[in-house]
């Protein structure tokens, strides 16, 4: 149960079918192996190994791949850095994980040059981009063509094997620590609920492959053979004109990437026949996107999948078989689906008490999946992880027939009046309306209530909307208390983390400064 036993099995079983599709560059099973082993080699002969970390910051691509299978073959620490975040933010990281081997492509390359220069662990750097290596850098294609492949060096399956970096939504960073087997368990809970069929089947990196959600379902995917496919960045048409012209069956979106598809205007004439599979996740997915989803692309199964990186990432899952609007199997759309294999999932109370069927409290998940710990973080790491029992910071319920439902962020909701509101549920109520595209729901500071609820929303083309409109189509759907106090409407899409979810912190900071309740 390592990493990389996946990658060994497939270059045993499938030698010569397409491991790996970067634009017109393929390489097979054997091959990637091969090329693996002796990326795994150079890194040994500057002297990584075990208790080595190694950091990537690079777009999609097969080398990137590579990457992630080549550093714990070599049995060092993989540490993906967040492509959206500034030099601060992986400065910080870098320094915090103690990296001493960077890995970069054409896109950071002034990036790694300034991070070379201000961090002081750094002791080389890879290039692995498509061009020819700046000076003081080693180079990918060169270290391949030099080296010769080894075997995988030898380590338990309790290993670290990876640092992957939250979001950074508050605050610094924390460094969540995987080991071999957390990696495995969590990928194969996912890919039972896909359905694969191995044979000459394709998964396609659209969603940036640093994060964990990338991460855990291509590692499930490799598991079951399919063939690996990317492109460099999320872009609508990009992934409409990859999914055909390279027959892709499977791919991971976050509801914000939905969103942005369904607005690509060759999606009205693509030929998406080839794909069978949309796995979204990362963040809540409004209830009418998902329905305009499912109506456009009405032969495509969608498979809801729930986690943090604390839990590898998996926690729940929703199958295909319940995204449907009527029929026996209807009623869960909004849910977060059920408890993956070897995962259990509680609700609790803030002191701790397990909760009964229906009542809203903390979600907490335990099984094979809970991380090591916080990296350097034992205080943080002891906040999170209560005898085994990872308390997610979400809160949510469990209907009568094992069903999660997210409410929203346990910091997210918003209190007015003595009434609590959470702001998932209004922005889904808002998701529901054809002029709106996107919304974020935050609370504001009120005299009278404590707080209020403040809508910020952006239209779709071409599209006026008043807010009467807007607390008119509320009060139809939500309670009363629930219903924005104050709209406000924007053109500019709002800021996001590196795995696709609103910073809403950043949102809310305008309104709370010089005010005693603090930003979250």
Same mark, same amino acid.
């Given at each position: 149960m390592h990493f990389y036993q996946a990658l060994q099995r497939n270059a045993t079983v499938l030698p010569n079918t397409i491991g790996t599709s970067f634009k017109e560059r393929e390489h097979t099973w054997k091959e990637i192996e091969s090329r693996v082993a002796t990326i795994a080699n150079a890194l040994t002969e500057i002297g990584a190994g075990k208790g080595t970390h190694i950091a990537i910051l690079a777009l999609n691509s097969d080398k990137y791949f590579e990457c992630l299978?080549?550093?714990? %073959?070599?049995?060092?620490?993989?540490?993906?850095?967040?492509? +959206?975040?500034?030099?601060?933010?992986?400065?910080?990281?870098?320094?915090?994980?103690?990296?001493?081997?960077?890995?970069?492509?054409?896109?950071?390359?002034?990036?790694?040059?300034?991070?070379?220069?201000?961090?002081?662990?750094?002791?080389y750097m890879i290039y692995i981009g498509e061009n020819s290596a700046p000076e003081g850098t080693l180079d990918y294609e060169e270290l391949i063509a030099n080296t010769s492949p080894i075997k995988p060096v030898k380590c338990d399956c309790d290993d670290l094997v990876g640092i992957f970096y939250t979001g950074g939504t508050t605050g610094f960073p924390k460094g969540v620590m995987l080991s071999h087997k957390n990696l495995w368990t969590s990928s194969i809970c996912l890919i039972s609920a896909m359905k694969i069929n191995t044979e000459g089947e394709r998964y396609l990196h659209a969603a940036p492959m640093f994060h964990l959600a990338d991460i855990g379902i291509s590692y499930g995917t490799?598991?079951?053979?399919?063939?690996?496919?990317?492109?460099?960045?999320?872009e609508p048409k990009a992934v409409v004109d990859t999914i055909q012209a390279k027959q892709v069956n499977h791919v991971l979106l976050v509801p914000t990437m939905v969103t942005l598809l369904l607005s690509e205007p060759s999606l009205e004439t693509a030929d998406l026949s080839s794909l069978k599979n949309i796995v979204y996740g990362a963040s809540p997915m409004p209830e009418g996107i998902l329905i305009s989803a499912m109506e456009k692309m009405s032969s495509v199964h969608f498979i809801q999948a729930y986690g943090q990186s604390e839990l590898s990432p998996l926690i729940s899952i929703l199958p295909a078989e319940y995204h449907v609007l009527d029929g026996e199997k209807s009623g869960k759309l909004r849910s977060a689906?059920?408890?993956?294999?070897?995962?259990?999932?509680?609700? +609790?109370?803030?002191?701790?008490?397990?909760?009964?069927?229906?009542?809203?409290?903390?979600?907490?998940?335990?099984?094979?999946?809970?991380?090591?710990?916080?990296?350097?973080?034992?205080?943080?790491?002891?906040?999170?992880?209560?005898?085994? %029992?990872?308390?997610?910071?979400?809160?949510?319920?469990?209907?009568?027939?094992?069903?999660?439902?997210?409410v929203d962020r346990v910091k997210d909701m918003i209190i007015t009046g003595g009434e609590n509101v959470f702001s998932a549920e209004v922005e889904n109520t808002l998701s529901l309306h054809p002029k709106i595209l996107e919304s974020v729901t935050i609370g504001i500071p009120s005299e009278q209530w404590g707080e209020s609820v403040h809508a910020i929303i952006r239209l779709n083309n071409n599209v006026k909307m008043t807010k009467e409109e807007v607390i008119a189509h509320c009060r139809e759907n939500i309670a009363h208390y629930k219903v924005p106090s104050t709209i406000e409407f924007r053109v500019e899409p709002f800021p996001m983390t590196g795995a696709g979810k609103y910073k809403k912190n950043e949102l809310r900071e305008p309104f709370w400064q010089d005010k005693e309740c603090s930003v979250n």
């Open positions: 299978n080549a550093i714990p %073959w070599s049995g060092s620490v993989m540490v993906p850095l967040n492509i +959206r975040w500034s030099v601060k933010e992986n400065l910080y990281s870098l320094n915090d994980s103690e990296c001493s081997i960077l890995f970069y492509d054409d896109t950071f390359i002034e990036v790694a040059k300034e991070l070379k220069i201000k961090c002081k662990n750094i002791k490799v598991i079951a053979g399919l063939t690996q496919v990317f492109i460099p960045a999320f689906g059920q408890p993956g294999y070897c995962v259990n999932v509680e609700i +609790r109370d803030t002191d701790g008490n397990i909760l009964p069927t229906g009542e809203v409290g903390e979600i907490a998940a335990c099984g094979p999946n809970v991380m090591l710990g916080y990296w350097k973080n034992e205080k943080q790491t002891q906040s999170t992880i209560i005898d085994n %029992w990872v308390l997610t910071g979400d809160a949510g319920y469990i209907d009568e027939d094992g069903f999660l439902f997210l």
